[in-house]
């Protein structure tokens, strides 16, 4: 995608294929800062401390780590010791979204295939282009299906704005191009439908305010920053078409964890009629987990996030203190959407409704969870 009319991806390596590149999003939207990662030690601490953060990215970082992992491991005598510690490390920095698994699984596996070091090295940095060339691939593909259905709906409009809510930051920034939630919204906007988005997640990360607002306003698009707790009001008022959010798991029967609200979000969309769909790649399919509620690991961060809030202060990021300092507080990142509450979900290769039966028909190979 573009910024400052220049097209970027969310991770890259330099020009010998040796150090991996991403945007800071700790900076945005007050800077654009690159980092440079060449150790796993760095891309454990940039994967915790949301450096880099969104399902599809966390997988390609998961890819990349891999890679830099199996260099680290190669001098060291103990080459699969070496690459299983790091592998680890590299899975639990972030529990809930599924891809850094995913992704580590798929390395892990094709490592294992290559005889020499040399070829585990080679095999792990095609398999971590291959992660990120597949998760731009499939936002891609996520964009053109979900395209048709913003079509359709704008169609009833008769002349009238498109309404789009999404919560948090399932764009480009969180995968490694074109993004999820976004992606049919990046094309619709090109193919001239006229559309507004409503964006929240202001709380507790602002992934809402200071990502997709940004993101959307270097593309040009029509958006509206409004309070997390907005969101009902709006759909009550009649002034939201369509909810699309993105996920960072979701399991066999369409149960979807996303950012923290974005179950309250699908019980008002439900309350007033609202469409409410949810878009993913294949990637973010836990296809080991059936109930959500009771099975996807929802990630408690640093209490700090709630207690502080950072912006931009005489040219400066400052965070201030807005509780009691000794007020206890609680930072659940993540909650379940049941797929009772889901229209739709929009994957690369089409959209389903959101239950075994329906996603089992676009992905007939998942039939046996793996
Ligand atoms: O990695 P995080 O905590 O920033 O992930 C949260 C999210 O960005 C959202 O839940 C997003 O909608 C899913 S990631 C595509």
């Known amino acids: 995608m573009q910024v400052q009319g220049k097209n970027y991806r969310t991770i890259w390596l330099d020009e010998n294929n040796e150090n991996v590149y991403i945007i800071d999003q700790r900076f945005l939207p007050h ?45 060291t005598g103990d080459f699969e010791n070496v690459l299983n ?13 599924v891809n850094p698994e995913w992704a580590v699984k798929r390395q892990m596996q094709a490592i294992s295939q290559a005889n020499s070091i040399e070829e585990k090295i080679k095999t792990s940095f095609k398999t971590a282009e291959l992660i990120a060339d597949e998760d731009a691939e499939c936002c891609r593909m996520i964009g053109r299906n979900g395209f048709s259905l913003l079509k359709q709906i704008a169609e009833t409009k008769k002349g009238k704005t ?7 930051n399932a764009g480009w920034l969180a995968f490694v191009d074109y993004g999820s939630a976004t992606a049919p919204i990046y094309e619709a906007f090109s193919e001239g439908i006229d559309l507004h988005v409503w964006v929240d997640e202001t709380r507790p990360r602002n992934q809402g305010a200071s990502l997709t607002a940004w993101e959307l306003l270097n593309q ?19 002034m939201v078409d369509l909810v699309i959010t993105g996920a960072d798991r979701v399991t066999r029967q369409g149960d979807a964890a996303n950012k923290i609200g974005t179950y309250l979000k699908a019980l008002a969309a439900k309350d007033n009629n609202v469409p409410f769909y949810v878009a993913l790649p294949s990637s973010t399919f836990d296809w080991n987990m059936r109930d959500g509620v009771k099975e996807i690991p929802i990630e408690q961060r640093d209490p700090a996030e709630i207690k502080f809030v950072s912006g931009l202060n005489d040219g ?16 659940y990142g993540f909650d379940i959407t049941p797929s009772r509450l ?8 089409g959209i389903c409704k959101a239950n075994e039966n329906d996603i089992l028909n676009l992905f007939p190979e998942k039939m046996q969870p793996a």
């Open 85 to 97: 510690i790091s592998a680890k490390r590299i899975c639990e920095a972030r529990p809930t979204a």
């Open 162 to 168: 498109l309404n789009i809510l999404t919560h948090c």
């Open 316 to 331: 400066e990021i400052k965070e201030v203190l807005i509780t009691p300092a000794d007020s206890a507080a609680a930072n």
């Open 220 to 238: 040009q698009i029509p958006h509206t920053i409004i309070t997390d707790n907005a969101g009902g009001y709006l759909m009550q008022q009649g």
């Open 342 to 349: 889901i229209n739709g979900l929009i994957t690369e290769r």
């Open 31 to 75: 800077r654009f800062v690159i980092e440079e990662i060449s150790t796993v030690d760095q891309m454990v601490v940039a994967i915790k401390d949301m450096h880099l953060r969104g399902a599809g990215l966390l997988g390609a970082a998961a890819g990349y780590g891999i890679f830099l992992a199996a260099k680290e491991a190669a001098p």
